[in-house]
């Protein structure tokens, strides 16, 4: 057989396959999910906050194949009322296994939102990435690195990409760890035409009539505010039991260097 009706691998350049496949695999894509593996990403400074990221902690309720998300209140204050967070705290009152099991699974998940370009496809433009706090500790310690690295790594200019690598796939064996590349890179021809995505807006409180609602199962089929739903997929690693008890908070006081939250999740990602 003549294989003169095909084509041959020597019409095929690499770097026009890869900008074609850039240019097909662009879109709108909101939220950024890493890959096993090295994942080549770059921080991007949001407007109007002195945070490169902000802080939220999702509570998860199930009703069959459907689930929803639900900003916690007590992120943003830790004195506000969280009908879900009672659930919890009764639930975990009860002594029962179930119960207990319930509560964990309901519990509110902390999560660290940073606007990202993942550098594999830079056309899609900004995406969120949601950290898991073993992440978002490597993060701070470059963005507040006094010798190489600092604030810098923001700029879209002089800025460098940073390397996240994840390991593993399930809920008890993933996880997490960053590096910074060591030569700045201007990636700003990518964000000439590009909105920065609300992060703020994203961790906007669910008010306690929705939590409510959602769990009585009142509201059943219908979807989420789009804010307040999960927008990637569920492959968060469990956390450590013991520090079920500490609450969630979003870190407030603008001297910090360091990234803190109250909630010592080891690596809740959504």
């Known amino acids: 057989m003549s294989l003169k009706s095909w084509g041959s691998v ?4 690499r ?18 999910k890493p890959a096993v593996g090295e994942n080549e990403i770059r921080l991007l400074p949001p407007p109007g906050v002195k945070r490169p990221y ?23 204050d830790e004195d506000a009322k969280c009908f879900l967070c009672g659930v919890v705290a009764d639930l975990k009152a009860s002594g029962s296994k179930e119960d207990k099991e319930q509560a964990n699974d309901l519990r509110a998940k902390p999560q660290w939102l940073y606007i990202i370009l993942d550098m594999e496809h ?28 600092g604030p810098i790594v923001l700029s879209p200019k002089d800025g460098f990409n940073l390397v996240l690598t994840r390991e593993g796939t399930g809920q008890n064996d993933t996880e997490y760890s960053v590096r910074a590349r060591r030569n700045p890179e201007d990636v700003t021809d990518y964000l000439k035409n590009a909105e920065p995505p609300d992060i703020v807006g994203l961790s906007t409180p669910s008010t306690n009539e929705e939590m409510q609602a959602a769990f009585e199962g009142e ?3 219908e979807e989420a505010p789009k804010s307040r739903r999960r927008d990637v997929s569920d492959d968060e690693p469990k ?29 809740d990602e959504p």
């Not at 020597?10 to 350049?13: I, L, V």
């Not at 939220?56 to 992120?75: D, E, L, M, T, V």
């Open 10 to 13: 020597e019409d095929y350049d």
């Open 122 to 149: 830079p056309k899609k433009g900004p995406q969120v990435y949601g950290a898991t706090k073993t992440a978002c500790q490597d993060i701070a310690k470059i963005l507040t690195d006094k010798k190489d690295y």
């Open 54 to 76: 902000v802080m939220r902690a999702q509570h998860w309720i199930r009703k069959g194949n459907q689930r929803s998300g639900f900003n916690c209140p007590k992120a943003d």
């Open 239 to 267: 956390r450590n039991r013991d520090d079920d008890d500490e609450k969630p908070r979003r870190a407030r006081d603008d001297n910090e260097d360091k990234p803190k939250a109250r909630r010592d999740a080891d690596d």
């Open 219 to 221: 509201d059943e089929g």
């Open 15 to 32: 770097d026009d396959l890869a900008a074609s496949y850039e240019e097909d695999l662009a879109g709108d894509a909101s939220f950024w």
